[in-house]
């Protein structure tokens, strides 16, 4: 529909296939994939082999004192150790994260202490590790004492920057309102006002003009108001058309696309399944001026391919499909396709292009209905 892309886009799901879901915006992850998922696996095989090899050469060699304990031990630290990393690489900087990393370290340590003093001593009363634990306990309580502190003034901040968007967004969907129930108004006041005189006018030259048949200079002077008065008619028009068509008005947006299809210079065919209740005002103009303007440039780049308009709702969303069967690599940063997705973007919805070179062009926008 435009100029040559050499970049050719995604191909995006039209609203007909299987699977088709609003949905499938492509967000980046939360957090990188965890490196090599399967190294910590083989480090538990590979030390839980080590102390079984232990146990077999202490049982081959006349059993006594139980030495692979420390074996098991050590590949045990390793092994936490080794887990303890992969947590942390695996997940979003965050206070809770740093706590949970804090207090993996901590039961490690503490468990490495009561391992070691169950393997040196069988003295319940000295309980050497008591105060070790104790230390690690307290650090781990501040710690999340600290971070529940400084989370409680962030709540409040959260909440209020949550009340001060939602504010901000009914005041914006009602100033919104407010200005298409204001073009509709204007748009009446032009067609029922303005252009109506101005086809009074015409018709009253025309009969002068031939009151003046014996007149021929002033018969040609009227007739050249009435040429004027004519071209201001079909300007007022096309103005009136540009604010909101009244089909828009009175018949909704399938029967607004639908003469949108009539009158173009294309073959348009119109697939609607749009349900009874009408979405908001803005978002019915809005919605019309995507497929007009997708259809003008279907008529300017397209070289006379036909058109599709589907119209469709899913999960309180407005979807719209506009595709052609021209030559494609439109370019997605054109002033015409920017200006749509600005239009679109104000009421929260989204425009995507998919124009293949040789495989025809399809825009697709999302409009929230919000009744």
């Not at 319940?124 to 634990?133: E, R, S, T």
């Not at 003009?209 to 040609?220: D, K, N, T």
């Not at 050249?224 to 008005?249: C, F, N, Q, S, Y």
């Not at 209740?277 to 070289?303: G, M």
Request: charged content about 20%; glycine content about 10%; hydrophobic content about 45%.
């Amino acid at each position: 529909m435009a100029e040559a892309d050499p970049t050719p886009a995604l191909t995006l799901p039209r609203l007909d296939e299987p699977g088709h879901d609003r949905r499938r915006d492509d967000l980046p992850p939360l957090a990188p994939a965890p490196p090599q998922a399967s190294a910590l696996p083989l480090h538990v095989a590979l030390s839980g082999l080590a102390g079984l090899v232990a146990t077999i050469v202490w049982a081959i060699t006349g059993g006594g004192y139980y030495w692979p304990a420390w074996v098991w031990l050590g590949v045990g630290i390793t092994v936490g150790v080794h887990a303890i990393i992969r947590f942390g690489l695996s997940a979003p900087a965050s206070a809770r994260h740093g706590l949970a990393l804090h207090m993996m370290v901590t039961s490690l340590v503490g468990g490495v202490l009561l391992i070691v003093w169950g393997f040196t001593t069988n003295d319940v009363h000295a309980f050497w590790p008591l105060w070790p634990l104790l230390i690690l306990g307290v650090i781990v309580a501040v710690h999340a004492l600290v971070i529940y502190a400084e989370r409680l003034p962030g709540s409040r901040r959260e909440a209020q920057l949550a009340e001060r968007v939602g504010e901000l967004t009914r005041t914006r969907q009602g100033a919104l309102d407010v200005q298409a129930a204001e073009l509709r108004r204007i748009e009446r006041d032009l067609h029922d006002g303005a252009q109506a005189r101005l086809v009074g006018l015409s018709l009253l030259l025309g009969r002068a003009e031939e009151r003046l048949a014996g007149h021929p200079e002033e018969a040609e002077l009227v007739a050249r108001a009435r040429g004027e008065a004519t071209a201001a008619i079909g300007e007022l028009r096309d103005l009136a058309r540009g604010i909101a068509p009244p089909v828009l008005a009175d018949r909704g947006l399938t029967a607004a696309v639908e003469a949108l299809g009539r009158r173009a210079v294309t073959p348009v065919t119109v697939d609607a399944a749009l349900l009874s209740e009408r979405p908001l005002p803005v978002v019915e103009t809005a919605a019309y001026f995507v497929v007009a303007e997708s259809l003008t440039n279907v008529a300017k780049h397209a070289e006379g391919a036909a058109a599709h308009v589907q119209l469709a709702e899913l999960d309180g969303w407005l979807m719209i499909d506009v595709s052609d069967e021209g030559p494609g690599g439109a370019i997605e940063a054109g002033s015409g396709l920017t200006g749509l997705r600005h239009r679109v973007e104000a009421l929260d919805g989204t425009l995507t292009v998919t124009s293949v070179k040789g495989s025809g062009t399809t825009i697709h926008a999302e409009f929230p209905c919000g009744r």
